[in-house]
């Protein structure tokens, strides 16, 4: 029995600080896997406190048979973070920032221009895309992971994630013919 | 710098990630809340008091079935009365 099946029982079994333990593990991959996928540094932390909350109401539901805990968990993550950019208003294109015929690279001015460029292009992703390319690239997920969490094949999610990078590999094309 | 140094060095902006210090006690004593509110009996003395004192129709609604029962009873005490 894995040291966090443990943790999961004590809880369950009325060891409510036990919980803590689960948090202290989990709340950076959480938060920063909604902020990357909502793009809001503002709210992240409470979307994500929600979700530990949720996590922690729903326990008894979690079967380990069917999937790790930090699956199950990235599942309730990304339906939240999915309510979070409903409520929130979309980006027009006319609203992305224009780019900028100053760039000089050895800046780091201009390496933060490149990032908000960058920033610019995922959010501006297909959603499910967007959520694929997060949790591959900044969670370090697996396909079979992400394939799970989103509830579609591993091929799906191999396809979303290939086309998302083709799309950032343009604009840092594009960034770098600039120069 | 190269686009492949870009792409490594914005990844690696996005996994930095600060969380307020007290995230995890915040969370726990919502946890803790929602214990003692699902541990407190739905329907106890206090909790009835509580109730009709908190809406005003409640309220009126209890004096008003109060009001009636009274009568009731009077008009019964009446009727025995005058049976007799």
Redesign the interface.
Known sequence: MTQETKVIRQVLQGDIESFRFVVAKYERPIVRMIRNITNNRESCEDIAQDVFFTAYRKLASFDAARSNFSTWLFIIARNKSINALRKKRPLSMSELPQNSDAHNPSDELAEREFFDELDVRLEALPSAQKRAFVLAEFENLSYAEIAQIEGVRIGTIKSRINRAKKELAKTLKEIWCEK | ?K?EE??N???E???Q?D??EN??D???N???R??RKKRKPLFNGHRVIELISAHRFVKAGVVTAGAVAGLVRIMFVVYAFLAC
Do not use: V
Request: glycine share 0%; no cysteine; aromatic share 26%.
């Open positions: 710098m686009s870009i792409y060095a914005w990844k902006w996005k996994s990630i969380i307020r995230f995890a915040e969370l726990m919502q946890i803790y929602y214990e």
